[in-house]
């Protein structure tokens, strides 16, 4: 059984800095990719970033230079720094982790984090 928490989440002004926290933990190999999503009320969860078992990162074009993604591997988490935040950054955060174990492999979701910029 696995698990993923995301915590980080709060309200801050525009301009501000948050960080965000993707904890995996249970009983599995080692973990592939991990994407870091956002949903506003209304509309679909957008791909934010991700980052790949290589360390390769992704960013959507709407946070590049803004967002950075990074891992620890030893923790077995992945954190999204958010920076020079916006009031459209708004949303709910969620991390997806996919998995690796024996005899299986899947994709899981944490609860999500609210993220409010205030203007």
């Known amino acids: 059984q696995v698990q993923v928490v995301e915590s980080g989440g709060g309200l801050v002004q525009a301009g501000g800095s948050l960080r965000l926290s993707c904890a995996a933990s249970?009983?599995?190999?080692?973990?592939?990719?991990v994407g870091w999503y956002r949903q506003t009320p209304g509309n679909e969860r957008e791909l934010v970033a991700h980052?790949?078992?290589?360390?390769?990162?992704w960013y959507d074009d709407s946070v590049k230079g803004r967002f950075a993604i990074a891992r620890d591997i030893a923790k077995n988490t992945v954190y999204l720094h958010m920076g020079s935040l916006q009031p459209e950054d708004t949303a709910v955060y969620s991390c997806?982790?996919?998995?690796?174990?024996?005899?299986?492999?899947?994709?899981?979701w944490g609860q999500g984090t609210q993220v409010t910029v205030a203007s």
């Open positions: 980052i790949a078992a290589d360390g390769n990162t």
């Open positions: 997806n982790v996919e998995f690796v174990g024996p005899t299986w492999s899947g994709r899981f």
């Open positions: 249970g009983s599995f190999s080692s973990i592939d990719r």
